[in-house]
């Protein structure tokens, strides 16, 4: 597992002016799942759902609330398991890595996948600095010049550097409520992760706000594969390259963005686009 | 919005429902005397309830305050029958035998609670918490039983050495007080660790972060201030009990800890006095109010002047800097 | 370094020895209810096999020709605490509705505020108080005046050929210095007030205010909100409260051992001193020079124990039934 695609990437290249580097040069899909089912109860929350997400590009995951599209965000890196009594069947790979399979260290999936939460949640007692590096730091990153790059090319990346460059020692909580996601994307980035999951990252930022992640999300897709869930199909279109749509714990519908929203297949897909149920 | 222009409940009240709109109502100025009346009768008992705080404090500066000086601070008791003398030994022996409660107690209370909040499942969790509920009430002189029957009554063995000679000590005073420390710990930080919103969590696990790091550096380094502040209550709590310390600590009226000897025998002399009794000043408060020597009154009345301003300025002190107020009700006694 | 992102690799075997040590840390609760149980078992199992039921039920305690009766130990920490709660409760109910209900707004927090203070004193310090301001003030004014006035009343009445004892005989006998089983009610109950006090209030806090509204868009003046609002709402809660004052008041031993005289003795003047379960292991463990003598004093810890216990579940379950979330130390 150790020596995979995402640590060829030499250290040389890395300078303060430019991003991160993409960590992934592969071509295959990032994510290739296969019948992947999830239980909570006995009640499978998302059943048996084959996808194939493309390598850097937006893939968006859209359907009504509890038709299990957070829930199989999760899974893309194991954060489900948090849930006790969380079962999953079924495989994931992860350019071409079994992420499921026995000896894999769930702490690993997670440093190759990051993730950004909902609701935004700055460490409270960190600073801006200190929050965007905790996930190197507590890693056991010690280098501070190191440190001190990457914080600064991470919080370039998500276009809060202009913003916050002189206060970087503030606390991560004092920043209004669209910088705090942005510092919350940044933290991300800083560990260098091959994919990004966002799990409606938007819907509790005002509109301005909101657009300004958008616009985020899609330059971090030159070098990041992102997985999006999000409720608010506008914004599915805007950002994404592909569509995926989920109901009552299935995938019904996954096709490029302008596909499904224009011509879609299915009915129920249909029914939902255009409002009618949801 | 007709809600909103409603006025709160305390505002109505405060007009208690004007005559106008209640017109027939002849009985208004009986229910409203009434009303009065209850104000005042449990006026009068929150007033009585807070006197014994202005008499108890009151006296103990009355009587006490003129007995402080830097003699009674540092100056060991006199001898028997000798007027003077001081609590040295007492205000040493207190803080050595509350640092071995805390070096004992809060570990296990804060580790512990972490397990609860962050591995244990749901049956394992409300057995440990019932557990520490009980603990919390046992009266703490029963604490005074059990760590006398462990260090004091017996030598204490350990594969075939006794590592532990019988008798009143310093030890036996701490572990009876770390005992009173465990659950006391162990609740309120669980109560503190719980508030830690889970998006926390989430966030330092979707970093790849390993599980203890986020416990220690994410969860607890975000409850700390409360840890603390229960932590502290807690131990301003054990600096006054003296009932477990009656026949662990015993007291005494000279240095448990002697070092007169060259730096390599400090260990020695170190583990000597953990086993010798030692002062604390809750006992000799105790002894000293119970002798017939009025000089002993007057010390006791000084010793406990000093007992209650290290109780009330911890207290104090962390409510006025945590404002928490979970915190606060969680650590009331 | 190896590794470009200069991250250590991930190590489950930290998280396995950080979790069994907490684990462990987490059985210590266990661990100390076990060790608790079998002191107190284990030292008392003697005093039991010799003595039996009698003694709970004997009323001689004299070490010195090895008897030893718990009658008067366990009278005593019954009557006393009791007395406390009947002197407390009402006091400590009406106070916590005065800060809920009736107080204007800016008493509340300082009076708040001082009841935390009232609770953070140490016991010794209640008792050195007692003995030598509460004491000499019982003694010289409140216990004569009880005396001639309740005590003079008839000690018994005639009924069908029986003469039938007054509380009267509570209030009789001699007064003495002020040593008596009133004098440790009334310390007790000064501390355990704070407790009452504070956990009545959470109670009354935690009624909604839709009941309150409800009573005032009645036209109810602010008392008959509270009546009939506020109490009918908190009643099993606030007894609650009474049942975890009582368990600290059975537990309560400086301030007791320090003025209710210390003498294993039922009598039922309230004036004459008593003694009780907590009191007596307070004054003779330490000094305990025989096994016997030792081990009765360690059955009267499991006494006391247990009663403590019992009532302090049954405070737990009450205050859970009555749906009142209650902090977690008391």
Sequence with gaps: MEPSPATTAPVSTVTATSAIPAPVQDTRPAFDAQNVSIFYTQKPAVDGVTLQVPSRSVTAIIGPSGCGKSTFLRCLNRMHELVPGARMTGTIRLYGDDLYA???????????????????????????????????????????AFLRERMEQALRMSALWDEVKNDLNRPGISLSGGQQQRLCIARAVAVQPEVLLMDEPASALDPIATSKVEELINDLKKNYTIVIVTHNMQQATRVADQTAFFYLGKLIEFAPTRELFNNPRQPQTEAYITGRFG | ?????????????????????????????????????????????????????????????????????????????????????????????????????????????????????????????????????ILNGVPSIVWGIVAYALLVNHDVVL???????????????????????????????????????????????????????????????????GIVTGVMLAVARIAGETAPLLFTALGNRFWSFQFHGPITALPGEFAQGFAQPIAALPLQIFSYAISPYDDWHRQAWAAALVLILLVLSLNVGLRYLTRDRVVRVMTKP | MSDPKQMRPASRARDAVFQWFCFLMACGVLVLIVLVGYVLWGGSADVFRKFGWKFLTGSDWDPNTGSFGAL???????????????????????????????????????????????????????????????????????FPLLRHSLGALPKSIPLFHHEIPTPALLFSGPT???????????????????????????????VPDLQREAAYGLG?????????????????????????????????????????????????SLFSPGYTLASVIANEFAEATSDDYLHALVAIGLVLMAVTVVVNLCAQLILKLSGTEVGAVR
């Excluded at chain 3, 003495?176 to 006090?197: F, Q, R």
Aim: proline letters at 6%.
């Design chain 3, 220 to 268: 109810a003046t602010r008392w008959e909100v509270t009546r009939i609002a506020v109490l009918s709402y908190a009643k099993k809660g606030l007894f609650g409260a009474m049942i975890l004052g009582l368990g600290r008041a059975l537990g309560e031993t400086m301030a007791v051992t320090m003025v209710i005289g210390n003498t294993p003795r039922i009598s039922p």
């Design chain 2, 159 to 225: 594969f075939g050495h006794t590592i532990w000679h019988k008798g009143f000590s310093t030890l036996a005073g701490g572990v009876a007080l770390a005992f009173i420390l465990i659950p006391m710990v162990l609740r309120t930080t669980e109560e503190v660790l719980l508030l830690v919103p889970n998006g926390y969590r989430e966030a330092a696990t979707a970093l790849g972060i390993n599980r203890w790091r986020i416990c220690v550096q994410i969860v607890a380094k975000t409850a700390l201030k």
């Design chain 3, 176 to 206: 003495g210095a002020g040593y008596s089983m009133l004098s440790g009610a009334i310390i007790i109950a000064v501390m355990i007030l704070p407790i009452i006090t504070s956990v009545s209030r959470e109670i009354l806090r935690s």
């Design chain 1, 102 to 144: 026995p000896e894999i260290d769930p702490t690993v999936v997670r440093r190759r996948v990051g993730m950004v939460f909902q609701k935004s949640n700055p460490f409270p007692t960190m600073s801006i600095a200190e929050n965007v590096t905790v996930g190197l730091r507590l890693n056991g990153v010690r280098d501070r």
């Design chain 3, 72 to 142: 008067p130990f366990i009278f005593g920490t019954l009557v006393s605490s009791l007395l406390a709660l009947a002197i407390a409760a009402p006091l400590a109910i009406s106070t916590a509705i005065y800060l809920t209900e009736l107080a204007p707004h800016r008493l509340r927090q300082p009076l708040v505020f001082m009841i935390e203070m009232l609770s953070a004193i140490p016991s010794v310090i209640y008792g050195l108080w007692a003995i030598f301001i509460m004491l000499p003030w019982l003694s010289q004014s409140v």
């Design chain 2, 1 to 133: 919005m007709p809600a909103a222009t409603l006025p709160p409940a305390n505002a109505v009240s405060r007009e208690t429902s004007s005559p106008a709109a209640v017109p027939r109502d002849n009985r208004h100025g009986w229910r409203k005397g009434k009303s009065t009346l209850a104000s005042g009768v449990s006026l009068a008992c929150a007033l009585i309830v807070i006197t014994p705080l202005g008499f108890v404090l009151g006296y103990l500066i009355l009587k006490g305050a003129s007995s402080l000086n830097l003699a009674f601070f540092f100056n060991l008791p006199a001898p028997v029958g000798e007027t003077g003398g001081g609590v040295a030994n007492a205000n040493v022996g207190t803080f050595v035998v509350i640092a071995i409660a805390s070096v004992i107690g809060v570990p296990v209370g804060i580790f512990g609670a972490i397990y609860l909040t962050e591995y244990g499942g749901r049956r394992f969790n409300s057995v440990v918490r019932l557990g520490a509920d």
